[in-house]
């Protein structure tokens, strides 16, 4: 898309609703890394974004290798690595061999990742509720379905690779 093009769309759009959208969006943005939106209780702010992502990932996917793990995550490898180290230090995530390739190695969630995982997700839906308790049902799926396309937006912005840093 041009610059031209950008500067059109703004144009078109409501100035102090796009000014308001970006304030409250920074503003979201530090508020959810400050509380890590963590959930509620002893859970409150137990596990740090990138291990809820990975263990989430890893659940929703099932074992694969890093590679596998970064590419649907849409980072890189060396991060994942990183990322994945203490998980498996701390016994959330195990390492085992690829059933058809014994020599590479396939991550998985563990018995215990999976128990922890369920008890952060139990935790942050309570604060899910807690946050929208006098919303009424039809708020919250329409709340839901925005972001979710918002976040799908941001997503396809960052993988176009021309896009990436403008």
Known sequence: M???MRTDLTAVGDTGLLDTLQHEVALFARRA???RLGGVGQVRNSMDRAAYLLLNRLDKEGPMGVKALAASMGIDSSTV???VA?????GLVKRTSHPEDGRAVVLQLSPRGQARLEEVR???RQLMAELTQDWEPKEREAFCALLTRFNGALSARMSTPDRADS
């Open 2 to 4: 041009s610059m031209d």
């Open 33 to 35: 890394e400050q509380t």
């Open 81 to 83: 690595t990183r990322q």
């Open 86 to 90: 203490p998980l498996v230090d701390t």
């Open 122 to 124: 139990a935790s942050r």
